[in-house]
C-alpha cells in the first residue's frame, strides 16, 4: 500500500534560519505529492505540489523537487519567519484508479523563534 | 470562489443529542470528503462522496451518518457519540479523476462531546 514517511518534529529555528522538513513516500503507481499546510486552529491549505518526476513545486517561498529515484519530496524553505510557525503534512495521491484517498504523512510541528 | 464553507465552526454536544455538521464548495468540484483528525495527528478519512454517490466509507461507526443533498453540499449527522469523537472534523473537495489536483479543505467543525 501507500504510506508517507516524514521527519518527525518538532523542529524549532530562529527567524531567517533554513529550513528542510524530509519526506519520503511508497507507492503503487505513480502519484501526486503534496505538502500541506495547517496554521493553528485552522484547516489544512495546500502549500505546493507536484505531479511528476523532477516537477518543482513552489510557494511563498517554499519549493519541493519530486524525485523518484530517492522517492523523496522534501521541503525547503530559505528564510523562515514567525508567521510560518505550523504543522506541515506531506501527501500523496495515487494516479490509480481508487485516487481518492490523500495518503498523509504524521506531520511536522514548526516552530519559529523571532 | 475557491473555498470550502463548514458550519458550525465549533460545537459542544451531548452524548443522546443529535446534530448536524455542514460543508458547501462552489468550485464545481465533485468529489466531497469528511476527515477526522485528532490533537497533534493528520487527517483520517472517513467518507467520500463522488457525483452525489458514496464510494468509500472507512469503516465509520453508524453514529456518524453522512448525506450529500446535491453536488454543492455535505452534511455529516451526528448520533449518540461518545466522548472519544471529540475532535475536528473537517471537509474536503475535488475533482473526481484528477489524481494531480489537490483537495481544498475548510476551516473544520471542533466537536466536543460531553
Known amino acids: 500500500g501507500n504510506s508517507v514517511t516524514q521527519m518527525e518534529g518538532p523542529v524549532t529555528l530562529s527567524e531567517e534560519a533554513f529550513l528542510t522538513i524530509n519526506c519520503t513516500y511508497t507507492?503503487?503507481?505513480?502519484?501526486?505529492l503534496f505538502w500541506y499546510v495547517q496554521y493553528p486552529g485552522e484547516g489544512l491549505q495546500l502549500l505546493l505540489k507536484?505531479?511528476?518526476?523532477?516537477d518543482k513545486g513552489s510557494n511563498k517561498g517554499f519549493e519541493a523537487t519530486y524525485r523518484k529515484e530517492t522517492t523523496s519530496f522534501h521541503l525547503e524553505k530559505g528564510s523562515v519567519q514567525v508567521s510560518d510557525s505550523a504543522v506541515y503534512f506531506c501527501?500523496?495521491?495515487?494516479?490509480?484508479?481508487?485516487?481518492?484517498?490523500?495518503?498523509f504523512g504524521k506531520g511536522t510541528l514548526l516552530t519559529v523563534n523571532p | 470562489d475557491t473555498e470550502v464553507t463548514q458550519t458550525p465552526k465549533h460545537l459542544v454536544m451531548g452524548m443522546t443529542n443529535k446534530k448536524s455538521l455542514k460543508c458547501e464548495q462552489h468550485?464545481?468540484?465533485?468529489?466531497m470528503y469528511w476527515y477526522k483528525q485528532k490533537a497533534k495527528k493528520p487527517p483520517e478519512l472517513m467518507f467520500v462522496?463522488?457525483?452525489?454517490?458514496?464510494?468509500i466509507n472507512e469503516s465509520v461507526p453508524s453514529r456518524f451518518s453522512p448525506e450529500c443533498p446535491n453536488s454543492s453540499l455535505l452534511n455529516l449527522h451526528l448520533h449518540a457519540l461518545q466522548p472519544e469523537d471529540s475532535a475536528l472534523y473537517l471537509c474536503?473537495?475535488?475533482?473526481?479523476?484528477?489524481?494531480?489536483?489537490?483537495?481544498?479543505f475548510g476551516s473544520g467543525t471542533r466537536l466536543t462531546v460531553v
Open positions: 462522496y463522488s457525483y452525489e454517490k458514496l464510494s
Open positions: 507536484a505531479t511528476k518526476a523532477d
Open positions: 501527501a500523496l495521491r495515487d494516479s490509480g484508479g481508487s485516487n481518492y484517498k490523500l495518503t
Open positions: 474536503a473537495s475535488s475533482q473526481p479523476g484528477q489524481g494531480d489536483g489537490g483537495y481544498t
Open positions: 468550485m464545481g468540484h465533485r468529489a
Open positions: 507507492a503503487t503507481g505513480y502519484p501526486s
